[in-house]
C-alpha cells in the first residue's frame, strides 16, 4: 500500500525566510500533486508533477519532483504571511487512487 | 459561478440519524469523489465515480452509500451516524481520473452528538 510522509508536520517561520517542506512516497507513482488548504477552506491545487526530474514554480513556491527518490519538496523563498496555511501533497500511479500526505501545518510570524 | 459546490455548509445531528450530503459541479468534469478529513486534517478518500458509475469503494461502513444520479451529481447518504462520523467531508471532481488534478467543494463540517 502506498504511504506519503510529510515532514515537518508543523513549522513556524519568519518573514522573509527560506525553507523547503519534504514529501516521501513508498511505491512507483507517476503524478504527484501539492495542494493549499486555508483553515476552515477548501483544497486548491498547487502543482501538477509528472515526470522525473519535474520542476513547477509559482511566485514564491517551487515545487520539484524526483521519481527515483520517491521525494517531492515544496520550496518556499522570502516567506510572507499570506503563506500560511496547510500544504499537502498528493500522490498517485495509473487509474489508483491518490493517497494524501499528513499535510505540512505552515505559520509565517511577521 | 461555483465549480464544485456542497451542501449544506455544517451539519449537526444526533446520534442515530440518517442525514445526507449534495455536491453538484458545473466543470463538466466526468469524475467525482468524496474524501473525509477527519481531526487532525487527515484526508482520506470514500468513493470515486466515473460517469455515474462507482469505481473506488474504500474500506467504509455500508452505513455511507453515494449515489450519482448524473455525472454533474454525487450525493452521500448516511445512515445511523455514530460519534466517529463527526468530520469534515469534501466532495471534489476531476476531468478524468488520472492526471487532471482534483477540484473541492467547501466542505460539509459534519457533528454528530
Known amino acids: 500500500e502506498l504511504k506519503v510522509e510529510q515532514n515537518p508536520l508543523f513549522l513556524s517561520m519568519q518573514e522573509g525566510k527560506n525553507y523547503t517542506i519534504y514529501c516521501n512516497y513508498s511505491?512507483?507513482?507517476?503524478?504527484l500533486y501539492w495542494y493549499r488548504q486555508d483553515p476552515g477552506k477548501s483544497l486548491e491545487s498547487l502543482f501538477v508533477?509528472?515526470?522525473?526530474?519535474a520542476v513547477k514554480q509559482e511566485g514564491r513556491l517551487m515545487a520539484s519532483l524526483d521519481t527515483k527518490a520517491r521525494l517531492s519538496t515544496l520550496h518556499i523563498t522570502a516567506a510572507v504571511h499570506d503563506l500560511s496555511a496547510t500544504y499537502f501533497c498528493?500522490?498517485?500511479?495509473?487509474?489508483?487512487?491518490?493517497?494524501f500526505g499528513t499535510g505540512t501545518r505552515l505559520t509565517i510570524i511577521p | 459561478d461555483t465549480a464544485v459546490s456542497q451542501t449544506p455548509k455544517y451539519l449537526v445531528t444526533q446520534m442515530g440519524n440518517d442525514k445526507s450530503i449534495k455536491c453538484e459541479q458545473n466543470l463538466g468534469h466526468d469524475t467525482m469523489y468524496w474524501y473525509k478529513q477527519d481531526s487532525k486534517k487527515f484526508l482520506k478518500i470514500m468513493f470515486s465515480y466515473n460517469n455515474k458509475e462507482l469505481i473506488i469503494n474504500e474500506t467504509v461502513p455500508n452505513r455511507f452509500s453515494p449515489k450519482s444520479p448524473d455525472k454533474a451529481h454525487l450525493n452521500l447518504h448516511i445512515n445511523s451516524l455514530e460519534l466517529g462520523d463527526s468530520a469534515v467531508y469534501f466532495c471534489?471532481?476531476?476531468?478524468?481520473?488520472?492526471?487532471?488534478?482534483?477540484?473541492f467543494g467547501n466542505g460539509t463540517r459534519l457533528t454528530v452528538t
Open positions: 508533477l509528472l515526470s522525473n526530474g
Open positions: 511505491t512507483t507513482s507517476d503524478r
Open positions: 471534489a471532481s476531476s476531468q478524468d481520473s488520472g492526471v487532471s488534478p482534483l477540484h
Open positions: 498528493a500522490v498517485g500511479f495509473g487509474n489508483e487512487k491518490l493517497t
